[in-house]
Every structure is written in structure tokens, then in C-alpha cells.
């Protein structure tokens, strides 16, 4: 399980674009994973589009957005050019990084058990360690709590 001061798990994923990224190259950064459930379906939407239009409070921090989900490049690419997302949208298909993160799991709809990708998010401080966990995001609130977050951690 991870948590707080653990170091967070790397990763090597393709975003909408078909680059890849990892864990490492945003090494001496702060970082937001967002993990989200789903492609174009309205949380993750209004989670997506919050991040996009806090995007450059963000940048002004030197904080670096990243979204991941099981989806696949190509609907991570419709996703992102339909709502014109700004930001990397990373590709789990096989379930790795979700896994590693703790964030895949039972979830249940009208009644009827599956499991899924959690909606959960993970500061992750310029040293590679977790700074926050986020494990029940409201997608229409969440950017502006990280971003009161992000200024505590500068302020350590």
C-alpha cells in the first residue's frame, strides 16, 4: 500500500500521442497523477476539462499534470482533442501502474459489482516521494484543492 514519504512507483506509458513517459523524467518536479475511470464519460470529463483550464495556475507552480486511465492511446487521443486537454493522458491498458498504485478495484454501479480504475490522485514531491493522496477526488473541486496543496508543499 502506498503512502505518504513512500516513493512512488515508476512508470513507462504511452500518452495520446503515442510519446512515451516516465516516472523519471519528472524527477526535481512536482507532479499530479490523476488516475480517472474512463474516457469522455461526464466526471472524468469534468475532471479532464478542470485540469485543462487550471492548467497554467499550474505551470505558474511548477507543477506537471498527467492523467491515467486503462484506456487505449487512440481513445486517449479523441478524449484529449475532443476537449482540447493540454497535458499528458497516459495509456494503462495492461494495468500495471494502476495496479501498482493501489488505485484498481471493486467498484460497484446500480447494483452490479466490477472492477475498475478508482478515481484517486498522488502528489508526488520533486524528490520522487508521495507528498498527498487524494483518495476521493470530486472531479469539479479537485484542481483547486491541489493547487492549495502544492503551495503548502513550497512553502516547506
Same mark, same amino acid.
Given at each position: 500500500m502506498i503512502k505518504?514519504?513512500?516513493k512512488a512507483p515508476k512508470f513507462s506509458l504511452q500518452d495520446q500521442n503515442g510519446a512515451t513517459h516516465t516516472l523519471s523524467q519528472y524527477q526535481?518536479?512536482?507532479v499530479l497523477l490523476y488516475?480517472?475511470?474512463k474516457d469522455d464519460t461526464p466526471g472524468c470529463t469534468v475532471e479532464a476539462c478542470s485540469m485543462?483550464?487550471?492548467l497554467s495556475v499550474f505551470n505558474t507552480i511548477t507543477l506537471a499534470v498527467v492523467g491515467i486511465s486503462t484506456d487505449?492511446?487512440?481513445s486517449h487521443k479523441k478524449f484529449a482533442d475532443k476537449f482540447q486537454?493540454?497535458?499528458?493522458?497516459l495509456s494503462d491498458e495492461a494495468k500495471i501502474v494502476v495496479e501498482a498504485y493501489g488505485v484498481w478495484g471493486k467498484k460497484s454501479f446500480m447494483g452490479k459489482e466490477y472492477m475498475g480504475t478508482n478515481r484517486m490522485s498522488f502528489l +508526488? =514531491?520533486?524528490d520522487g516521494t +508521495? =507528498?498527498?493522496i487524494y483518495p476521493k477526488v470530486k472531479p469539479d473541486e479537485h484542481a483547486a484543492e491541489v493547487e492549495r496543496d502544492v503551495a503548502a508543499l513550497s512553502a516547506r
Open positions: 505518504v514519504g513512500s526535481g518536479k512536482k488516475f480517472y475511470p485543462r483550464d487550471n487505449g492511446v487512440a486537454l493540454n497535458f499528458p493522458l +508526488i =514531491a520533486p +508521495i =507528498a498527498k
